[in-house]
């Protein structure tokens, strides 16, 4: 990997930009959200994204037309990815703080493996278990559990901090469920059908905030324009596009290594923009979820396979 970073760093640049936005979004959709109704910003982000992938779409679609018999599975992995994921995302990341969200969310590889082991029979050792324990004992910290118990937590952060876990676990549950479609159909197959469910699914929930409160749409700035700009064509459009590039310049386990620089991208953000800053419960969580992960997925690699982790 390090040679090629040197004589062509263009796929790793990808890579890295691709994280970066992603890693930004935590704290754009925090912004976002004091603007935008929860599952409006939700609709809104992938009609968009939506409309700009119809065309990519409609051309994959000419090459391989869609088994009707897979519809129910492409529908699944749409509610899981992306409605059930965004939903819980959305309205947790509104509980907690950005620095929180991004760092639980490395429980996700830490999760596909440990899923992978339990429904797929995918060989696992011994020393990635225990750093699944490792990294889960930090995300249970970091979530407040241990305050929880004397009483000392926050009601609002501790049932944000358990919406970020949920959104991960329903996100891999989807994951591991695509990875039978993506042998079938491209990931740009797989991502647009999953936008147009999570737009079909939002317009509802969007619909009924606006008739419940019709003039939310007074108090929109340039600001929150800009963040639904973020979302919609950097985050879902472009990273995606800067991902699966580097993706086939590299490989999947390289691809996937550029995610641990989210978190760092959005503490950094947060603190700048959002003057969240770091507790001493945050720093023994992150550091137990950052050896789960290396123990959990890289120490001793066995029989998993690894994912795309399109972050959406």
């Known amino acids: ?75 699944l992995i749409g509610v899981l990815i992306i409605t059930l994921n965004i939903a819980f995302f959305f309205t947790g990341i509104q509980k907690t703080t950005a620095i929180n969200a991004s760092v639980l969310t490395l429980v996700i590889p830490m ?42 937590a926050s009601s609002q952060s501790l049932i944000g901090n358990f919406l970020i876990i949920l959104a991960s676990v329903v996100w891999v549950t989807g994951a591991i469920i695509s990875r039978q479609m993506l042998q079938k159909y491209s990931s740009l197959t797989v991502v647009a ?24 749409t007074n108090r929109i700035t340039l600001v929150g324009l800009l963040g639904l700009l973020y979302m ?19 490989n999947i386990i390289t691809a996937n290594l550029f995610q641990y620089i989210e978190p760092f991208v959005a503490t950094t953000l947060a603190v700048l923009i959002l003057s969240e800053s770091l507790s001493i419960d945050f720093a023994i969580g992150a550091i137990l979820i950052a050896v789960g992960v290396f123990l959990g997925t890289f120490a001793k690699e066995a029989h998993h396979r690894h994912h795309k982790a399109h972050r959406i």
């Not at 004091?34 to 679609?61: D, K, V």
């Not at 009924?208 to 409160?213: G, L, P, V």
């Open 232 to 250: 919609t064509m950097l985050s879902s459009v472009s990273a995606y596009f800067l991902f699966e590039w580097g993706l086939a310049k590299t």
């Open 1 to 75: 990997m390090a040679s090629g970073i040197f004589t062509k760093p263009w796929p790793y640049l990808a890579l890295l930009l691709a994280h970066m936005i992603w890693g930004g979004n935590f704290v754009v959709a925090k912004v976002t959200l004091q603007e935008f109704p929860t599952y409006t910003l939700a609709f809104l982000r992938f009609a968009l994204a939506s409309l700009f992938l119809a065309p990519f779409f409609l051309a994959e679609t000419r090459k391989i037309k869609i088994d009707k018999k897979d519809f129910p599975k492409l529908t």
């Open 111 to 152: 999760l596909s493996v440990l899923l992978g082991w339990l429904f797929l029979k995918e060989k696992v050792y011994l020393i990635n278990l225990a750093g699944i324990f490792a990294g889960l004992m930090g995300a249970l910290i970091i979530v407040g559990v241990p305050k929880a118990i004397f009483g000392e």
């Open 193 to 216: 059908f999953a936008f147009l469910i999570g737009m079909i699914t939002f317009f509802p929930l969007a619909a009924f905030e606006y008739i419940e409160n019709p003039g939310w």
